[in-house]
């Protein structure tokens, strides 16, 4: 006579919030590309390239990582630097785990209000001191002993995003880290944003690549249509400037500077929807959409 007994095994799952913060230009947007796989941040050497909190989700059988890329902390000077602070300081009211991004450049004490926050949270959070390769020992050694008296109760991690050193080990400490619980989106999401939203990055940040000054943070970008079939999408935009002169140099003589924004902003767009790009953009001028609440609205950076 055999005796079978049937086992119940539970497989417990883990999901989280992983909000990735810190000043501007230190590499999140890179970190964060290289922590989900896919390029969801727009980054360029430019500081101020991030404007709005973005999510970028890591799915396997067990576990969910839900990561938000978040613009860099700086003291506001005008309505939309307030949201982008507003975005950056959400990203502290609603992590499991909070990467607190710095380099080997930086001032440790530079912002020390938002890092008196950071102080203050009772949640893991880990202190990334990104660009490695762009030091020594020595100085990797003083500014560790330097960030520990700042985040006393911080796990540091010395890492390049850029070359992808310390990525891997810091992916399995966030694992380790994550809380039980079942995932907060479907298990094929990769991010929390429309198609749309990527259009207008990936136009702004060829502007930002292109233009010099003041041009890439007096603009803003709106898709106004956005058709859809099995091989091909047509898209209009719009890019908004404060001034007619900066609206004269986006076109460019005979429409040139424009042109080539337009060229390279649609082989950015094939490659991230993988199909045929028809893109006609247009210039406008709005004097005022920085410093108004209602513009910032109507291009979605709102907070809440």
Aim: glycine share 4%.
């Amino acid at each position: 006579m055999r005796l079978f007994v049937l086992i119940e095994v539970t497989f417990m799952h883990k999901a989280g919030f992983v909000n990735i913060v810190g000043n501007p230009n230190v590499g999140k947007s890179t970190l964060m590309n290289q922590l989900v796989g896919e390029r969801i941040s727009i980054a360029t050497f430019k500081a101020q390239t991030t404007r709005h909190r973005i999510m970028g989700i890591v799915n396997t059988p067990e576990m969910q990582i839900v990561f938000s890329d978040t613009p860099g902390v700086l003291k506001p000077n005008y309505k939309l630097q307030e949201s982008m602070l507003a975005f950056s300081e959400s990203a502290l009211g609603d992590a499991d785990i909070l990467l607190y991004v710095t380099d080997v450049i930086e001032n440790p004490e530079k912002n020390l209000d938002f890092l008196e926050k950071v102080q203050k949270m009772d949640i893991p959070v880990l202190l990334l001191i990104n660009k490695i390769d762009e030091s020594n020992p020595e100085t990797l050694g003083d500014l560790v002993e330097k960030w520990h008296s700042l985040l006393p109760q911080a796990e540091i991690l010395p890492i390049s995003a850029k070359n992808k050193f310390g990525t891997e080990m810091l992916l399995k400490r966030i694992q380790e880290l994550l809380p039980d619980s079942p995932p907060y989106f479907d298990k094929d999401q990769l991010t929390d944003k429309p198609a749309r939203f990527f259009v207008c990055e990936i136009i702004r940040e060829k502007i930002l690549l292109y233009y010099d000054k003041e041009i890439p943070y007096a603009v803003e970008v709106k898709v106004e249509s956005f058709k859809e079939s099995q091989k091909k999408i047509n898209i209009n935009a719009i890019i908004y400037v404060e001034r007619d002169s900066q609206k004269g140099i986006i076109i460019g003589h005979q429409g040139v500077a424009l042109k080539k924004v337009s060229t390279e902003a649609r082989k950015a767009l094939e490659r991230f929807f993988g199909k045929s790009i028809y893109l006609e953009i247009f210039v406008k001028v709005d004097k005022d959409w920085r410093s108004s609440q209602k513009e910032l609205d109507s291009f979605g950076y709102n907070p809440e």
